[in-house]
């Protein structure tokens, strides 16, 4: 079982400068295969390895081998190997010569050496830097094909953060690229599940989760949360009384779906004694534990009434302070392995880079590399190269870390603006809500109860009017039913889900006060707000 007084501890004083392997030239060669295991730079010996979860895979997942030909690959390594085996065309029927990339910096940047220290000149990547001497990553290699796991340049850098923020605590773990966490999820739920089964979620979770599993056939049941998400109470209960007969002769849940920080759409933060009760619950009942985590480094600070007036942009000013002040994750308390964490760049770089990374035991990731090598294949290569320039060559570890400082104190500020409007334009007497503690969402609770309809109308007709006035008035927000996980249950409270991630200030703010004139048509308040 867990040890709760070592799992999940932080590392004081993290190396952002880790001494790297020294690794082969070949190895960054076009579509060269690679694992995480030749880049960590940490040992591993007195770690255990993970269990093993072949009871879980299913059929399609235990079948697949992967691709005969990506496998063929390796044999490029040897020197003076002529391929006419492999369909990698030569670069220069690539139409692209060079990119140049140009970096923004923060308005206010930090003085650390090597972070966010000014404009800095254009990043440049050409089709003949590697062999030419100038660099290991370019566009010949780029724009070709490569393994489903991703190019070994830019998975090197992946390894290495993941060991300065989570550091496994087994020792087989391995990395490999995903074309974000919603495709990741997808592979996921198809590695482990067979129509009929049951994904256990929170109550109230991501609407493209439960989308995505309802052609497979697969369903979610939810777990009671409250204001930091998961109950593990509820969770206990729900798998200590699971009755097949009553879901329809579907085996008992394995699989528990989580989104651990800024919960989408509750923005709900598990602090670390609530994720490792629930860890302490998936070991005793054998559950794999798939780890959403892409608002991961958007924690905030308490969002504080005393703010009145003005928000202030506040929180850890370093790298090493916001590697201390954030709550550790699963994965760094995972000492079974059934932890299988997907992590983004979609919410801290760009949605449209669409690249993400999976961490899991060798074997869950050697299993999602084949099925990747043969449907997927590995995100785009120009994506790869932009975020190597910007990552490995230019930022490095803390450079990272500090831009991550920097957008969570943007976010955060962002939070604390929305919920002043809240205050200032919400009716308080029917309209409720927890400050969001980390992500890019804002829930909001109406009481429907006090419609002047509500002896005649359900909780989901009461949910649609207000909507629909919101759209009229020029305000769009998100249904809370739309997150239920249970779609067959019966609906009897109303929530909303609101960003203040796609809009400028101004105009959060404008939209809080059309939802609130919403709010208040359909309720009949008139011009009140308390």
Not at 13 to 40: I, M
Not at 515 to 525: D, I, P, S
Request: charged share 20%; hydrophobic share 35%; aromatic share 10%.
């Amino acid at each position: 079982m867990i040890n709760p007084q070592t799992s999940g501890e932080v590392d004081q004083d993290p190396n952002l400068e880790p001494e790297r392997k020294v690794v082969h030239p070949s190895q960054w060669a076009v579509a060269a295969p690679c694992t995480s295991e030749q880049f960590k730079t940490r040992k591993q010996q007195n770690k255990p390895n993970a269990r093993e979860w072949n009871h879980y895979l299913s059929s399609e997942s235990a079948s697949r081998t992967g691709s005969t030909l990506k496998n063929a690959f390796k044999h490029l390594k040897t020197p003076g190997m002529i391929s006419l085996g492999g369909g990698l065309p030569l670069s220069e029927y690539f139409p692209f010569e060079s990119l140049s990339l140009t970096i923004s910096t923060p308005e206010k940047p930090k003085s650390e050496k090597n972070v966010l220290s000014g404009v800095a000149a254009p990043l440049l990547a050409s089709k003949s830097d590697i062999d030419q001497g100038r660099n290991i990553y370019d566009l010949s290699v780029a724009l070709n094909y490569s393994q489903g796991s991703g190019s070994a340049q830019f998975l090197r850098w992946i390894t290495e953060h993941t060991e300065i923020v989570h550091d496994p605590p087994y020792a087989d773990w391995q990395c490999t690229m995903t074309i974000g966490n919603t495709s990741a999820l997808d592979m996921a739920l198809r590695m482990f599940t067979q129509p009929g089964d049951y994904v256990l979620s929170d109550e109230y979770t991501f609407a493209s989760a439960i989308e995505t599993a309802k052609p497979m056939g697969v369903k979610f049941t939810g777990v009671k949360m409250d204001n930091e998400g998961m109950l593990p109470d509820s969770l206990r209960e729900i798998l200590e009384g699971w009755d097949p007969t009553a879901h329809g002769n579907s085996r008992k849940p394995f699989l528990l779906y989580l989104i651990p920080t800024g919960q989408n759409p509750t923005g709900a933060t598990q602090g670390l004694e609530r994720r490792r009760n629930i860890y302490h619950i998936a070991q005793e009942h054998d559950l794999i534990i798939l780890e959403d985590d892409p608002y991961y480094f958007l924690q905030m600070n308490p969002f504080s009434s005393a703010a009145e007036g003005v928000p202030t942009r506040t929180g850890p000013q370093t790298p090493a302070d916001l590697l201390k002040k954030i709550v550790p994750s699963y994965l760094s308390m995972d000492i079974d392995g059934r932890v299988v964490r997907m992590d983004s760049f979609s919410k801290v770089v760009s949605p449209g880079v669409r690249l993400g990374w999976l961490t899991a035991p060798q074997q869950l990731v050697e299993q999602y590399k084949n099925h990747a090598d043969v449907s997927t294949q590995g995100p785009g290569g120009l994506s790869q190269l932009a975020l190597f320039k910007l990552l490995d060559e230019h930022w490095g570890h803390g450079g990272y870390l500090a831009w991550l400082t920097h957008i969570r104190q943007e976010y955060t500020y962002r939070r604390d603006s929305m919920i002043q409007a809240c205050e200032r334009y919400l009716p308080k007497t029917i309209t409720s809500w927890e400050p969001a503690q980390a992500g890019m969402f804002q829930w909001l609770a109406v009481d429907w109860r006090k419609h002047p309809d509500a002896k005649t109308k359900s909780a989901l007709q009461i949910e649609e009017e207000i909507w629909l006035k919101a759209i009229s008035n020029g305000a769009l927000v998100a249904c809370g039913s739309w997150f239920r996980a249970a779609t067959d249950a019966t609906c009897d409270e109303v929530f909303y889900r609101t960003t203040f991630a796609a809009a400028s200030l101004e105009q959060i703010e404008e939209a809080v006060m059309r939802l609130g004139e919403a709010l208040k048509t359909c309720f009949h308040l008139g011009d009140k707000i308390e």
